[in-house]
């Protein structure tokens, strides 16, 4: 009998998943396993509400692999130690598992690769968390692209969607193998945190798509913070709880034919769908340039803004955090992250443009605290996003896109009710005075018995001072570095002098 061992990680589902399809096909047994990492458990990047998604979606998980006949091994420790023990334990013919592409996984993997061939046994690899391996859509020259656009238009010729993955077969996973208790690594839950697991993910999926304001409406509502007309399924991505290739199913399903008869509504269906797969192609694109360049993960992906001098205003920070610099948006949006582990798209932009754009303070910052609550945390796409937006990542128009965020607020939340939602004590104020409260009247103030200052902040800053300031520490990070290159083998001394 063949036995092969399933090692999970961001493939926390049954249904249409690659690792699972090719193991039932190759062995008589397959044996779920899942490792906790106790790196990443102890991570202070680790969210609460990610921590809860995971084990929500491990323990359903489960509940279904027992319902085939089989059950999750649970082990703790290395990976590569484990895995080694059990296959020898279980006399497993081989491991095979989905490859992740971050930093962090690929030393664990070559390191689980390394144990496992020193000790004879074989191990297959399989692309699962993405559409398309970093390798796949690269130039003609091989190297990888930089700038989304190009990066999108290869994608689009290369990449097609397979069928869904069989997986129905009975797992037959053999008895009274040792597992930990997935129970005594569980917290209470927080009610206000998405629930995990394969079935929410799916309900989630399938609600989006079939709905009027869901995915057909995408194009034009995505940005309405007070519709929140979002799919919310970032986490299932994350972790696999549901397939991409299911979701890009559903968006290519919802494309209507160009050759169909070319009523407005057809083309408003298409567009939509349109815009929803060009957000899993920009998942892939920030996949792609943390693969590719790993400094990215820890450094600005443009060279030249590694001189930016950030500022350091702990106080500051803190009123960010917290969601007290006495902007709305911005306050609405680090509250509802603080409160929920989620935040809309639109004002993670928002808010993250305001840490490095207004307090002009290093994005990495920010950055780290999104990875600290996030329920998502993806970190390809938070780095991506950060960087994107700090203006020192892959985009062609980096450090003059500085939002300002009264008119993000004007514009995406117009009647107020995002703001009023996260902001309770701006629930009176008026709509023309809501997105800038430091307008109102004093004469309306006092009659709506609202102080600013105490019942809510004053503005942290000057936005419009404040984007003056950006300019300037962006142009002189840009001299900087056209100074360093011209001295060249000068520079590269001095560096080595000072390592």
């Known amino acids: 009998m063949k036995r092969i061992l399933w090692w ?4 926390v589902r049954l249904n249409d998943t690659v690792v699972l399809h090719h193991a039932l096909n190759d062995a008589d047994a397959v044996l779920p396993i899942f490792i906790l990492d106790p790196t990443l458990l102890a991570s202070k990047k680790l969210a609460p509400a990610r921590r809860q998604f995971l084990f929500d979606a491990l323990a359903e998980l489960d509940a279904n692999l027992r319902k085939r006949g089989a059950y999750l091994i649970v082990r703790q420790g290395d990976a590569a130690r484990e895995l080694v023990c059990l296959a020898r334990e279980t006399q497993a013919d081989a491991v095979y598992f989905h490859a992740d592409y971050t930093p962090y996984a690929r030393r664990r993997d070559a390191r689980v690769c390394t144990a496992l061939d020193a000790a004879g046994i074989h191990h297959r690899t399989f692309n699962d968390l993405y559409l398309a391996d970093p390798h796949q859509v690269v130039q003609d020259n091989g190297n990888p692209y930089t700038v989304y656009s190009r990066y999108r238009a290869r994608w689009a ?6 069928p869904r993955y069989e997986t129905k077969r009975s797992l037959s996973t053999p008895p009274k193998i040792p597992s930990l208790e997935l129970n005594a690594w569980r917290t209470e839950r927080n009610p206000q945190f998405a629930r995990g697991g394969e079935r929410a993910g799916t309900e989630l999926a399938r609600a989006f798509t079939a709905h009027q304001n ?3 409406a995408y194009g034009e509502s995505r940005d309405d913070l ?6 919310h399924l970032s986490p299932h991505l994350h972790f696999g709880t549901v397939s991409v290739r299911e979701l890009a199913r559903l968006a290519r399903e919802n494309l209507p034919a160009r050759s169909a008869p070319r009523q407005a509504k057809r083309r408003e269906t298409r567009a939509a769908a349109q815009v929803w ?3 899993l192609v920009w998942r892939e694109f920030f996949n792609h340039v943390m693969y590719h360049f790993p400094h990215a993960a820890r450094e600005s992906f443009r060279a030249n803004y590694a001189a930016l001098k950030w500022e350091s205003n702990p106080a500051q920070f803190a009123a960010w955090s917290e969601g007290r610099t006495g902007f709305p948006l911005v306050d609405a949006g680090m509250r509802q992250l603080n409160a929920t582990g989620w935040m809309h798209n639109r004002a993670r932009m928002v808010t993250a443009s305001f840490l490095t754009k207004d307090l002009l303070m290093d994005w990495r910052a920010g950055e780290r605290y999104f990875l600290q609550h996030l329920i998502d945390g993806d970190i390809a796409s938070n780095n991506g996003g950060w960087q994107w937006t700090a ?4 985009d062609a128009q ?6 300002n965020p009264v008119l993000q607020s004007m514009r995406f939340d117009p009647g107020g009710s995002y703001i009023r939602r996260w902001v309770p004590e701006l629930a009176n104020v008026p709509n023309e005075y809501l997105h800038a409260p430091w307008t109102l009247p004093v004469e309306l103030a006092h009659r709506l018995h609202f102080e600013l200052g105490q019942d809510y902040p004053k503005p942290l800053v000057d936005h419009a001072a404040q984007r003056v300031q950006a300019l300037q520490l962006y142009r002189r990070a840009q001299i900087h570095s ?6 060249g083998p000068e520079l590269q001394t001095e560096w080595e002098m000072m390592e």
Do not use: K, M
């Not at 007070?226 to 799919?231: F, I, L, Q, V």
């Not at 203006?391 to 892959?394: F, I, L, M, R």
């Open 8 to 11: 999970l990680r961001r493939d």
């Open 157 to 162: 010729s290369v990449v097609s969607i397979p």
């Open 214 to 216: 869901g995915l057909h």
């Open 226 to 231: 007070a519709a929140d007309a979002t799919s």
């Open 277 to 279: 797969l060009d957000e």
């Open 391 to 394: 203006g020192t990542g892959t």
């Open 398 to 403: 980096p450090y003059f896109r500085i939002f």
């Open 482 to 487: 056209a100074f360093d290159a011209a001295r």
